[in-house]
């Protein structure tokens, strides 16, 4: 079965960094666009950022441009999640998500187009 997995959460004060990583097991990212979410308890769950398959196109959702970075390695078949002046307001549940849908527009691939999704990983802002 296809496996997505996250890991890099953790607690880190206001202003801090974190880099979140999607690792794929039993097949190869190269042939997909992946996208990072997050859900705060109470929230719906929100697009954070994504990527075309090659990496040549990135797409970032308002309130996380110009402080977050996604990037990825196809030879280790693995998305990162590069997170920087990190505020209270991104404590979530960080999820990966794939989709073979070609990324062709500036908007955020929603939700619902997305085939594989990852258990998520928690990452709170706090002082």
């Known amino acids: 079965q296809l496996q997505l997995v996250e890991s890099g959460g953790g607690l880190v004060q206001p202003g801090g960094s974190l880099r979140l990583s999607c690792a794929a097991s039993k097949f190869t990212l190269d042939y997909y666009t992946i996208g990072w979410f997050r859900q705060a308890p109470g929230k719906e769950r929100e697009g954070v950022s994504c990527?075309?398959?090659?990496?040549?196109?990135?797409i970032y959702a308002d309130s996380v441009k110009g402080r977050f970075t996604i990037s990825r390695d196809n030879a280790k078949n693995t998305v990162y999640l590069q997170m920087n002046s990190l505020k209270p307001e991104d404590t979530a549940v960080y999820y990966c998500?794939?989709?073979?849908?070609?990324?062709?527009?500036?908007?955020?691939?929603?939700?619902?187009?997305?085939?594989?999704w990852g258990q998520g990983t928690q990452v709170t802002v706090s002082s």
């Open positions: 998500a794939a989709t073979p849908y070609i990324l062709s527009s500036d908007d955020l691939v929603p939700a619902r187009d997305y085939d594989y």
């Open positions: 990527i075309s398959n090659h990496g040549g196109r990135t």
